[in-house]
């Protein structure tokens, strides 16, 4: 458009005067009575303006009579001069920026004489109280006051960009622009489009180096009349956008806040985070805002007074953190349940908003999934955060030349203590008892928040970030929370069991290790063994999880936890003991003695092994004859483990070490875990023991013991056959002596019917009739020495006899070869008789003729 440059000089004079009239056009307006404007300037003596022809200026001219005109003058049927128009001012800007973007070389002449006019435009402050009949005129002023302010900004920002030095004609107005918007915002209407460009401008300013104008009208702003307004759409529609800017400006002033201020602000930003009707992403903005305002209350405690009164903030945004997971705690259940239906759906929330949005035509909410992922977002915001509050309310009244302040919640790093006459007093490093209640929200509802994360890579993130709020704690403080919040996390840990790994991390602590061990283990003993009468209950697998936890972490520092444990020692033992013998299932109560004398065996434990001396009998009792009876083989192996791994010295188990022989012969006739345990064992007793006290302790089963180590010599890739060869070595000539002793062999009983007749009768129906005691019957009959039995019934019985025998012996029906076959089958039975009837009297005689009787007879 280069044709219309030549108009474009003339139309931003017109907008200077404009600007330069506007005072006298709010006051024409607004102010009771005549208002008298003075004659408008000639063009050539306007400051700063250039000349222009009076042909130019005619017909913007304003009317000689304007100081006769009254409020009332611009009533109906009469028309309003453009240079007193609210509306031609609220459009001027835009039009002026539009005309800057096109002609670039308009700019360096027009701003210095523009920008004061503009200035000066948006700082007037209109009327304290408007008439009825003039609200529109006041709506009008407002407007073309933020349209001005709006554009402006947005010409600012226009022209920085494109000319670097333009920031320096802004720079002497930075105090009045910034003073002008919060102006706005305390005399503007309740307009929601209003409001919301003024917000908008204040955006604007944020994002540039003019924001330090801002910094001293901080109180203002913490008002929420001024910052939202006091109408109703207002406050349902522009409270994200404000509190969001007012976030942005106490971050950029957070260390120049007095205590007085910084109360104010954690009041106003953690009713916000608990208010439903605010989204989560605001909610996450107001946790954040606290989180950075941690590190400058602590930096105030400088006395004694400051530091009760930082300590109070610093206990009011922890409570705001702790009442978050609490609410959570009840609305994540839902949110998983939605999640696992796959249901894209609102929640209850969203669902009750839904006629405000309709009236206000606002957005609809984000799906589901935005909620789950902006719900994960605040979670670990404020997990994060516990951390850094928690660990300024621990060291709040520690003299800041002793601790290093860190936001992150880390370690203090101490320094030369400061000295006696100190106006600090004495030192308090820890929580006290209501913040001890408090913190325990953490505990209590805070890891029920954690089920939400089901990635493992932001599971495993967020229990180490969990694990890390307490292991950060003074070790009283530890103890005093847990011993609140065990039955709660126990639950949650059934229900979820990832969260055990907050067990493992802190049994690995050195700072907090032992007091947590200490508040774990009289836990677990006082109410949680009668769970293990259910060995498949989830809760019987979590106290057997954490009993693992616990002994394998005492067990790698026994002189630290030896006295921890030793009162709790032989409960368990006698508890397990009790209920083995009792209970139908005694699987778990064996499983935690195995644990218990695992992690036993594995350290120097001289009070607790010398505690459990008395027990060892019993206990022994009680396993061997539980491995005489009718067991599971899962019991069977774990019998077997717990009877040679026993907690005690070698000096204690001599006088039980012949009972424990026949667990080692099984043990090495088992599966290769016992196979290993027997060996180790068996070598362990080879070369502590003296020959001559260990062999009548092994003369029962030496014969076992060497057969056992013989089946294990087989080559490699074998494992054991090494170790069994080196054994049969120690053991030197014992490993023979037992080939003189006859072998005890299998010997298999005569089933209960050794012969049987299958019978059938019609139609057919077979039947079996055992004969058995027909047989012994028949063989007393033919044996009796006395003769009263008549012959004919001793005929039948041999002749019975003959036939059940050739059945047996698979003989055909007549033998031919009666010489071979009776004397071989009479040597046979001679050999079976009992050697007293061996003397040479008739009975002989009588024997191998009843033998051969029995051959030579046809059969039945």
């Not at 330090?212 to 109180?219: K, V």
């Not at 915001?381 to 300024?392: A, P, Q, R």
């Not at 109560?589 to 009070?607: D, H, P, V």
């Not at 047996?808 to 007549?814: A, K, S, V, Y």
């Amino acid at each position: 458009m280069p044709t219309q440059e030549t108009e474009v000089q003339p139309f931003l004079d017109f907008v200077c005067k404009i600007y330069q009239n506007f005072r006298l056009t709010v006051s024409h307006f607004f102010e009771s009575g005549a208002v008298v404007a003075p004659a408008m300037p000639p063009p050539s003596s306007m400051s700063g303006l250039p000349s222009l022809g009076s042909e130019d200026v005619k017909p913007m001219e304003m009317p000689d009579q304007v100081g006769s005109s009254t409020p009332s003058s611009t009533g109906a049927g009469q028309l309003n001069p453009s240079t007193r128009s609210f509306k031609i001012v609220t459009e001027s800007p835009l039009v002026v920026m539009f005309l800057f973007q096109l002609y670039n070389r308009l700019v360096q002449t027009n701003i210095p004489q523009l920008l004061p006019l503009m200035v000066a435009a948006i700082s007037v402050p209109g009327p304290d109280k408007v008439p009825p009949h003039l609200k529109t005129h006041f709506t009008e002023l407002k407007g073309a006051q933020v349209k001005h302010l709006s554009t402006h900004a947005l010409t600012v920002s226009f022209l920085t960009y494109l000319l670097k030095s333009f920031a320096d004609y802004i720079r002497p107005h930075e105090e009045s622009i910034c003073k002008s918007i919060v102006n706005l915002l305390v005399t503007c209407s309740d307009s929601v489009s209003i409001r919301k460009e003024l917000l908008i401008a204040l955006k604007h300013v944020l994002g540039t180096d003019f924001k330090r104008g801002l910094f001293p009208l901080i109180d203002t702003l913490l008002e929420e009349r001024v910052l939202v307004g006091i109408g109703r759409a207002c406050f349902e529609t522009l409270r994200p956008l404000a509190y969001s800017l007012l976030a942005e400006i106490v971050h950029h002033v957070r260390g120049d806040l007095s205590l007085s201020q910084l109360s104010r602000i954690i009041y106003l930003f953690s009713s916000n985070m608990h208010d439903a009707s605010l989204s989560l992403s605001i909610h996450t903005t107001c946790a954040r805002l606290m989180l950075n305002l941690v590190e400058p209350i602590f930096e105030k405690g400088v006395d004694l007074q400051s530091m009760d009164e930082a300590r109070i903030l610093l206990g009011r945004i922890l409570d705001a953190f702790v009442g978050k997971f609490s609410t959570f705690k009840r609305t994540i259940p839902q949110l998983l349940e939605d999640v696992e239906e796959g249901k894209e759906r609102s929640t209850l929330k969203l669902k009750l908003e839904l006629p405000v949005q309709a009236v206000l035509n606002i957005q609809v909410p984000v799906e589901h999934s935005k909620e789950v992922s902006d719900c994960k977002h605040l979670i670990k915001t404020l997990v994060m955060g516990m951390k850094t509050i928690i660990w300024s309310i621990t060291h709040a009244h520690l003299p800041r030349s002793q601790v290093s302040p860190s936001a992150h919640g880390t370690p203090s790093q101490m320094l030369p203590a400061t000295p006696p006459n100190s106006s600090v007093g004495q030192p308090f490093k820890g929580l006290r008892e209501e913040e001890v209640w408090r913190a325990s929200g953490v505990l209590k509802s805070g890891v029920r928040c954690l089920a939400l994360f089901k990635e493992k890579d932001e599971e495993r993130e967020m229990i180490h970030l969990f694990s890390q709020i307490l292991a950060i704690m003074e070790p009283r403080d530890l103890m005093d929370m847990f011993s609140l919040c065990m039955p709660e996390l126990f639950e949650c840990m059934v229900s979820n069991t990832q969260l055990v790994h907050i067990v493992s991390t802190l049994l690995q602590a050195p700072k907090v290790f032992r007091p947590f061990a200490d508040v774990l283990v009289n836990f677990l003993v006082s109410s949680k063994l009668d769970a293990l009468k259910h060995p498949d209950s989830p809760a019987a697998k979590l106290v057997l999880h954490l009993f693992r936890f616990l002994f394998g972490a005492v067990a790698k520092a026994p002189a630290d936890c030896e006295r921890i444990l030793q009162p709790h020692v032989s409960v368990i033992v006698e508890t397990c003991m009790k209920n083995a013998s009792e209970v139908e299932r005694p699987l778990g109560y064996l499983q935690l003695l195995r644990t218990m004398f695992r992690a036993l065996a594995g350290g120097k434990f001289e009070l607790l092994l010398r505690d459990l001396i008395p027990t060892l009998q019993p206990c022994l009792n009680m396993l061997l004859a539980m491995l005489e009876g009718p067991t599971a083989e899962e019991m069977r192996d774990l019998l077997l483990e717990l009877c040679l791994t026993l907690p005690a010295r070698l000096s204690s188990l001599l006088p039980h070490l012949p009972r424990l022989m026949k667990p080692l012969v099984m043990c090495l006739n088992g599966s290769d875990e016992l196979v290993s345990l027997g060996l180790r064992t068996l070598e362990f007793w080879i070369d502590s023991l003296n020959p001559d006290f260990l062999e009548p302790s092994m003369a029962n089963v030496m014969s076992e013991v060497i057969l056992a180590l013989w089946s294990h010599l087989r080559p490699a890739p074998y494992p054991w056959g090494g170790k069994s060869l080196q054994l049969l070595g120690k053991l030197g000539g014992r490993n023979r002596r037992f080939l003189k002793e006859p072998l005890a062999l299998e010997c298999k009983e005569n089933p209960e019917h050794g012969l049987r007749l299958i019978l059938t009768f019609e139609p057919e129906t077979p039947f079996l009739v055992p004969l058995d005691r027909c047989i012994n019957l028949a063989i007393a009959a033919v044996m009796n020495k006395n003769s009263s039995m008549d012959a004919f019934y001793r005929k039948q019985a041999l002749k019975f006899l003959q036939v059940c025998l050739s059945s047996q012996l698979d003989l055909p029906g007549r033998v031919t070869d009666d010489g071979l076959i009776s004397k071989h089958l009479s040597t046979v039975l001679v050999s079976s008789v009992d050697p007293s009837w061996g003397r040479s009297d008739a009975s002989d005689v009588k024997v191998c003729l009843v033998t051969n009787s029995i051959l030579n007879l046809d059969p039945l």
